[in-house]
């Protein structure tokens, strides 16, 4: 029994942990190094880039949650100053529950 209690344990804390690594905090570090050379990636402020639109405002043209699989495989667009970028998993749910955060359209 308590061998099987300690298997159970084991196994809730690992997946407590892999659940808990995507945060808002690492979302916003990592559009803040990758993306704010160009971009607004806050609730506030101009995008450095005029063509950059804020990421406050991406439900305009996205639904943050459908990005995963683009921000996961490859972020690609028809301009040629923009780097692709490729977010391991952890990341990409990081960037998307931190992007949802800061809309400036909320779901109601």
Do not use: W
């Not at 667009?77 to 955060?101: A, C, N």
Request: proline share 8%.
């Amino acid at each position: 029994m308590n061998r099987n209690f300690a298997i159970v344990l084991a196994s809730s804390l690992a997946f407590a942990g892999a659940a808990s690594a995507a945060t808002p905090e690492r979302g916003e570090a990592l559009v803040r190094l990758h993306c704010g050379g160009c971009h607004a990636v806050g609730r506030s402020g101009a995008s450095h880039e005029p063509a950059a639109p804020p990421f406050r405002e991406l439900h305009k043209r996205y639904d943050p949650e459908q990005l995963g699989e683009a921000l996961g495989e490859g972020l690609l667009t028809g301009h040629p100053m923009m780097p692709e970028f490729r977010f391991e998993p952890d990341d990409v749910q990081s960037i998307i529950i931190y992007l949802k955060s800061i809309q400036t359209k909320q779901p109601g």
